[in-house]
């Protein structure tokens, strides 16, 4: 009995579906089939939360962007569209208009109107909300009239509205029926628990079933405002940690679709039968950086000075460093390598600026040796083993790499929790030389140029690990912010990454890949900031 | 005997409580939970404050005594993670745990006792040396490596193997998850749907298969040694049947240390369930520990630890107890010593 079962899961169970909708299909002539097309799909972790104010990660905002909404929203190519907001204008420099959609309803049947917007910017405030960030750039917000809302901001921000897609609307009635008019809190009392496990979203998807770490099922709301082309009814999620299982879970047709495949398991993938990868350039940018504020470092053996205060130093490990035999040995040739601290899909991008300076052993030697260690020296490196594509691979790699100019590199790779716990600003930036990556959240230049490139000081550089301090390029951090003007904005951009990139602030490497399996016959759209949205999934 | 009783449960808050101590003093070297609880464009001030709310700040033995206090009224704190309370998320997830490590156990003892049993009164047959090789697989393997073999055989190749033999050979089974479960109350059961039954299977074998290569290999050296004395000599002399000096006589009296391993096993089956959880993604308790060390999720590691620490002590409880059904002799000593153990 057991073994007949065996049969009827997975793709045997979906090929019989596809047969009984066919034959529906072929029985009634003429009759346009809304065939039930359910879809599964597989991630490393679960959504930490579903309260859309909770916490402000790629993966969590991303899969609750399909059942709530902001009043932009992005296509699958990151361009911004009109989303619970027609139509926006900066009607002063320092306040944006948005015209809100009418006739859009919560899940609940409740009515999408301007007191949703001003409810939702007022629970972003609260205690346990992870989208102060977004709370900090909007000092008011005033209702026109029941259509039409004024997001005001201290001062003049050209690009709210770029920053507004994941900031979601909830819907004031509901949370105040159910307790949970503040962001979900981890410290304290119960308020918000109940968003935290339920939704009430405008959204595409409803939100049907949710078990935390078992499976979340989504089904399509049937009065969804937009257009798609998504043939999804119900949709189940399935968080699956190991590598090995969710590859696995991919292959026998467990899932029709899993993200992220290991690199490594690219060419697994393309023998088996049925599945195949898909990669793109992921809009995050992976880069070294060094320890230019102490005078002297705290893991090296070079003592009583710091080698990368010096401008040469710097360079000669940008030259050392091999970007090809990265890009082609450890990530399977789907890196793009990259001279900017950005990524070609952020707002500010220049392509002019994006030439490498090129691989050479011997120029890195001759910059060291003038720079004073032609034997070189030690220093200690920090690196990530479980967040990045390949992260510790890159690092073994550099290191390997470092070693022909006489550097020795002593590599120090821990997980996540702990290197973050050890580099960052909490633990005043215990590091000599590191790697990192970064998308910026705004998919605009200045989010990098404040928080990587500026000196640390007023809240900028809180990323500079590194310490890396020019007062022109933080100057112009400030300037970029309020200039309104797109052409001199470019130029602004453009004077900080050239600043930057000149004065080797960092060594920028490459732009990782993204990469997902999917079984054949379903498409996805692939975003370059990592997120998966089921309104561009069609299952054939 | 309920003097006993009493003072191991004493006992068992005083392991509790070391447990504890141990567990907070190691949680400053598992990394920082706050990175892991805000996005990148949260700013250093609203980390320390989200810090201070917490108390990472405060010294271990602080943090340890807050969570003590806590604990005693009820209360095991809320995750970092999930965001709910500690004690909710443990109940969720006991089900999925105790299930699979039942089925397991189960499986041992059913096939471990027979097989220890047959290899002991054949040494030399030709079945015998195949259990012991097929034990030595069990006993030496990763359970880690063994979940992925069965997962790569029965999920990923079944397909392809069935089409080159033309037959239905391999079964193709679930290879994550725990299918569907039905609510008893607040227990969750697989145990009475379909899938949820399948879905045990890989899982439950790949977790029982070392404690089943254990318990055999124990039962055949415990019956090669009963088989050795007087008593069994002077039973086959009398002409009792073969069944009953095998069984009567014989596995009786190598029962006692297999209880005391197969009940600490019972431990270490629960509490080390947690790689089968994580390579099957079996929704347990042992899967919620490992992504709370992953994330840092202090609330969750600390209860858990506890958990498991009054559940090996309570374990330990039980085999004593039974030593007094099994053994009549510790009966009969109690008699003549007044009661002391």
Not at chain 1, 119 to 135: H, P
Not at chain 1, 172 to 193: F, I, L, M, R, Y
Not at chain 1, 268 to 279: C, D, Q
């Given at each position: ?540 | ?43 250093l001030e609203q980390r320390q404050e989200l810090r201070e709310r917490l108390g990472l700040d405060d010294p271990f033995f602080v943090q340890y005594g807050r969570f003590l206090v806590n604990a005693v009224q009820g209360d095991f704190g809320i995750s970092y993670r999930h965001r709910r309370p500690v004690a909710d998320l443990i109940t969720e997830r006991v089900p999925a745990t105790l299930e699979l490590s039942f089925i397991a156990a189960v499986l041992a003892l059913f096939i471990g006792v ?228």
């Amino acid at each position: 009995m057991f073994l007949r079962i065996g049969f009827t899961s997975g793709r045997g169970f979906f090929a019989a579906t596809l047969i009984a909708g066919f034959l529906a299909a072929m029985a009634l002539p003429g009759v346009k089939t809304a065939e039930a097309k359910p879809f599964k799909w597989a991630f490393q972790g679960d959504v930490q939360t579903v309260d859309p104010h909770g916490l402000f990660e790629t993966f969590t905002l991303g899969f609750q962007l399909n059942f709530y909404e902001g009043l932009v929203s992005r296509s699958a190519d990151l361009e911004l569209q009109p989303g619970l907001a027609t139509s926006w204008e900066n009607v002063e420099p320092t306040v944006w208009r948005f015209t809100l959609r009418q006739g859009v309803t919560f899940h609940n049947g409740s009515t999408f109107n301007a007191d949703d917007v001003i409810f939702s910017v007022q629970r972003i405030n609260t205690e346990g909300s992870d989208m102060k960030v977004i709370a900090g750039l909007i000092k008011d917000a005033v209702k026109v009239d029941d259509y039409t809302v004024d997001l005001v901001t201290e001062q003049p921000d050209p690009i709210l509205p770029l920053q507004l897609e994941i900031f979601m609307i909830m819907d004031k009635e509901w949370s105040e029926e159910h307790g949970t008019t503040q962001a979900t809190n981890v410290k304290g009392d119960d308020q918000g628990n109940y968003a935290n496990l339920h939704a009430n979203g405008t959204g595409p998807f409803m939100v049907v079933e949710r078990q935390p770490d078992v499976r979340t099922v989504l089904k399509a709301n049937p009065n969804w405002w937009g257009e798609t082309k998504s043939n999804v009814t119900e949709a189940t999620f399935t968080p699956i940690s190991q590598d090995a299982t969710r590859v696995a879970a991919l292959i026998s047709g467990d899932v029709d679709m899993a993200y992220p495949v290991p690199v490594q398991d690219w060419k697994r993938l393309e023998g088996a039968a049925g599945v195949s990868p898909l990669t793109g350039p992921e809009a995050r940018t992976i880069f070294l950086g060094f320890d230019q504020a102490r005078d002297e470092l705290l893991y090296s053996n070079v003592k009583g000075k710091n080698p990368f205060k010096d401008q040469r130093v710097r360079q000669a490990f940008y030259q050392a460093i091999d970007i090809e035999a990265i890009k082609s040995k450890i990530m399977r040739g789907a890196s793009t390598p990259s001279n900017l601290m950005i990524a070609p899909q952020i707002n500010g991008f220049n392509p002019a600026l994006n030439k490498r300076l090129p691989y050479d052993v011997d120029t890195a030697k001759g910059l060291l040796s003038e720079a004073g260690y032609p034997e070189g020296f030690e220093v200690t490196m920090d690196c990530p083993n479980d967040r990045y594509v390949n992260d510790e691979r890159i690092c073994q790699a550099v290191a390997s790499m470092l070693a022909r100019i006489g550097v020795k590199v002593d590599l120090l790779a821990q997980t996540k929790s702990k290197y973050f716990g050890k580099v960052l600003a909490q633990n005043d930036y215990d590091t000599s030389f590191f790697l990192l990556g970064w998308t910026p959240s705004t998919f605009d230049a200045h989010n990098a140029i404040s928080s990587l490139m500026s000196c640390r000081v007023d809240g900028k550089g809180a990323f500079n690990l590194g310490g890396y301090c020019n007062e022109r390029v933080t100057e112009l951090a400030d300037l970029i912010q309020v200039e309104t003007d797109p052409e001199k904005r470019q130029a602004l951009i453009d004077e900080a990454n050239k600043i930057h990139s000149e004065e080797v602030g960092h060594i920028p490497l490459h732009q990782q890949p993204l990469s997902w399996g999917v079984s054949d016959g379903v498409t996805v759209a692939q975003r370059p900031d990592n997120m998966f949205h089921l309104r561009h999934v069609t299952v054939k | 005997m309920i003097a006993f009783v009493v003072r191991r449960l004493l006992q068992s808050i005083g392991v509790m409580l070391a447990v504890g101590l141990i567990a907070f003093s190691l949680f400053n070297y598992v990394g920082d939970p706050i990175n892991n609880m805000v996005g990148q464009d949260t700013t250093l001030e609203q980390r320390q404050e989200l810090r201070e709310r917490l108390g990472l700040d405060d010294p271990f033995f602080v943090q340890y005594g807050r969570f003590l206090v806590n604990a005693v009224q009820g209360d095991f704190g809320i995750s970092y993670r999930h965001r709910r309370p500690v004690a909710d998320l443990i109940t969720e997830r006991v089900p999925a745990t105790l299930e699979l490590s039942f089925i397991a156990a189960v499986l041992a003892l059913f096939i471990g006792v027979p097989m220890g049993v047959y290899t002991g009164l054949h040494r030399r047959g030709a079945l015998s040396q195949v259990f012991l090789s097929v034990s030595l697989v069990g006993v030496s393997l990763p359970t880690f490596l063994i979940g992925i073999l069965l997962i790569l055989v029965f999920g990923v190749m079944s397909q392809d193997i069935n089409a080159a033999v033309g037959f239905y050979l391999v079964p193709q089974l679930p290879t994550f998850g725990r299918g569907d479960t039905v609510q008893l109350g607040w227990w969750s059961t697989g145990f009475l749907t379909k899938s949820g039954l399948l879905a045990l299977i890989l899982p439950s074998i790949t977790l029982a298969l070392f404690q089943m290569t254990l318990i055999m290999r124990l039962v055949r050296s415990e019956m090669l040694e009963v088989l050795r004395t007087d008593y069994i000599k002077f039973a086959r002399a009398r002409g009792l049947t073969n069944r009953a000096v095998n069984f009567g006589h014989a596995l009786k009296n190598t029962l006692v240390p297999v209880i005391t391993i197969t009940g600490l096993q019972l431990g270490s089956i629960i509490a080390f369930s947690l790689i089968t959880e994580q390579v099957f993604q079996w929704p347990g308790m042992g899967l919620l520990f490992i992504q709370a060390i992953n994330e840092v999720d202090i609330p969750v590691m600390a209860s858990y630890l506890m958990m498991i620490g009054f559940f090996f002590v309570f374990i330990n409880l039980v085999v004593d107890l039974l030593y007094y059904v099994v053994d009549p002799r510790l009966r009969a000593d109690k008699a003549v010593s007044g009661g002391h153990q």
